[in-house]
């Protein structure tokens, strides 16, 4: 496996695969790889000759007050966790190797991004459609792998692609969880004991949404306010927010038809989650 930190060497590398015929898949990640992740390198692996990873804290998807400096970061650990999936490169730019110090061209949408996340980070989706679209012209892979745990990223990411007509297809692939149930990620490592406990609230609510929707609740008001119910039992947890919505427009539902998905972030102490199932 091979790690590239510039733009220009992921390109030669990529070229001289595609000079060979090899297939490409392409799964972007800001690092502090979890199994999570290692199961969208490892898809990427069983469906590509090549699988890059990129790996990149990517500071245009933070807000002022977020968390970009204290966001976890060990390459070390990431590259173990590549090799072992099966990647055959890791591109791991500086922000200085990704944005000119005068930058000033973003990708931004005007659907899909105004609701769930995007009302409580009103820029982050510019900064993904624009690193995301930067690594897709750079690494220019067949496919590109992401978890339908960001589900509105994954949706925002799909439509971008489709209307913008990059020749990729985007793989969607299964939330990866703890066993108790807590949905994997990166900022978990910000919970203490406690904290970790109360997290699962998240997909416990979710689970009472699940239930109530399997025995037909149709009222997407009442499933929401049940959920938003067992979350206040938790005394650590604060919603952000608990919504259905269409999973493909990202558009609220009065109904639970089509793809509902029910999709929260709470805060548990002073760290938000998200965590999200379809109905
Ligand atoms: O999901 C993430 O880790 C990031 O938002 C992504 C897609 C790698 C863009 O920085």
Known sequence: MQIAETIEETRRIVKEWRKEGLSVGLVPTMGYLHDGHKSLIVRAAGENDRVVVSDFVNPTQFGVNEDLDSYPRDMERDAAVCEEAGAALIFHPSPEEMYFPDHCTFVDMESLTK???????????????????KLFHIVAPDRAYFGQKDAQQLAVIRRMARDLDFDIEIVGCPIVREADGLAMSSRNTYLDGKERQAALILSQALARGEEMAKAGEKDAAKIKAAMEEKIRTEPLAKIDYVEIVDADTMESLDTVAGRPLAAIAVYIGKTRLIDNTLL
């Open 115 to 133: 609701g769930l996340c995007g009302k409580t980070r009103p820029t982050h989706f510019r900064g993904v459609c624009t690193v995301v679209s």
